[in-house]
């Protein structure tokens, strides 16, 4: 597995283009969020001159700058790294005019016209448009080493990552559809996939359960946890400790990646109240389009998809969402 940010992009990537604050107070549409979602929408309505004020938030650049080389978006013959991306991705929104600032929302209040957006630095913008791209985070243990070595051998997205264990174990943690998912498809690519799971039955449908269980590649450790993941940033993963909770004995596994599988959380916690979401907190689009239940709140990417969670279908969903925002602007008057 190659490591993650090379060269120049080891340090702090996203740091290097920070935008200063917002230069004005209204605005025709904000978009919230900078990872393929956002940054898309903001190049397709800066082309359409909506001038658009894009919010970095608290992740600049959303979950691909923790990922590994992106090699399945279109366009990269070798891959790129997701740091890189991003960062040209910016750089294009900010040559077609969009305004990307370091700021952080605090507070929205879409009852009322124009959307009022409050700021972590004391400052209120409005905005007649408004396009969620806030995207999901993955769920994790909270192992001081799941945030040493993500990017490094942990991981919550097989199929982004799955490639680069070919002919290797790996060791996933989950019970539920997700875990059964990600564990067959890594199945694809690793040698041996340990499926660990806290209990002695699997939360999953029992069609899923029961592939997971007849694949003759998966290895399912019952009642047990992961405890810590051994490696170093430079070597990778080398294993991880696990703990039985019925015994508490603990043993060591040697495998060379971590896989996260307990879920996703798409960052929602600002809209709660005003609009649609499911049980987990992902927004209802008014499919095909991307409008909400707000006339003029549109979400493109992570937040409004619990399916597919990719690089190239968020960033799809933000070349909606930007061309839906353009004709609604439209039919109110706003050019």
């Known amino acids: ?51 658009p004020l894009v919010l970095e938030g608290s992740q600049p650049g959303g979950q691909l700058t923790t990922t590994t080389e992106v090699e399945n978006y279109p366009g990269f013959e070798h891959g790129v790294q997701g740091p890189e991306f991003i ?23 879409l009852s009322k016209r124009p959307f009022e957006i409050a700021l972590e630095s004391g400052t209120l913008l409005t905005a007649d448009a408004l396009i969620v791209a806030t995207g999901a985070s993955a769920k994790y243990l909270g192992l001081p ?31 539920g559809d997700t875990a059964m998912e990600e564990a067959n498809f890594l199945t694809k690519f ?7 799971h806290r209990r002695d039955e699997f939360r999953a449908s029992k069609i899923m359960a029961q592939r997971t269980l007849s694949n003759p590649k998966i290895n399912v450790i ?16 080398s294993g991880v400790i696990l703990r039985n909770v019925k015994s508490g004995e603990k043993s060591e596994l040697s495998v060379k990646g971590y896989f996260s599988a307990i879920g996703h959380q798409p960052n929602t916690a600002l809209f709660v109240g005003q609009l649609e979401m499911d049980d987990v907190g992902y927004l209802k ?21 619990p399916s597919y969670r990719q690089a190239v279908s968020a960033a799809g969903e933000g070349c909606k969402a930007a061309i839906d925002a353009e004709r609604w602007l439209a039919s109110q008057g706003i050019h």
């Open 145 to 175: 080493a799941e945030k040493r070595l993500l990017g490094y051998g942990v991981s919550a997205c097989a199929t982004c990552d799955g490639f680069f264990f070919r002919g290797k174990e790996v060791v996933i943690v989950g019970g």
């Open 87 to 109: 960062e040209n991705t910016r750089a294009q929104a900010r040559r077609f005019g969009s305004e990307i600032a370091a700021e952080t929302v605090v507070s929205v209040t």
């Open 190 to 196: 690793c040698s041996r996939v340990h499926v660990v």
């Open 285 to 305: 689009i008014q499919h095909p389009s991307t409008r909400t239940n707000v006339e003029g709140v549109f979400a493109a990417g992570d937040v409004a998809d």
């Open 1 to 51: 597995m190659r490591l993650r940010y090379p060269g120049s992009f080891r340090k702090s990537p996203l740091t290097l283009g920070r935008r200063a604050l917002p230069s004005k107070n209204h605005y025709k549409v904000v978009i919230l969020g900078t990872g393929p979602a956002g940054l898309t929408a903001a190049i397709y309505a800066s082309r359409a001159n909506l001038e």
């Open 222 to 237: 019952w009642n047990s946890v992961v405890d810590d993941i051994l490696g170093a940033p430079e070597t990778g993963v």
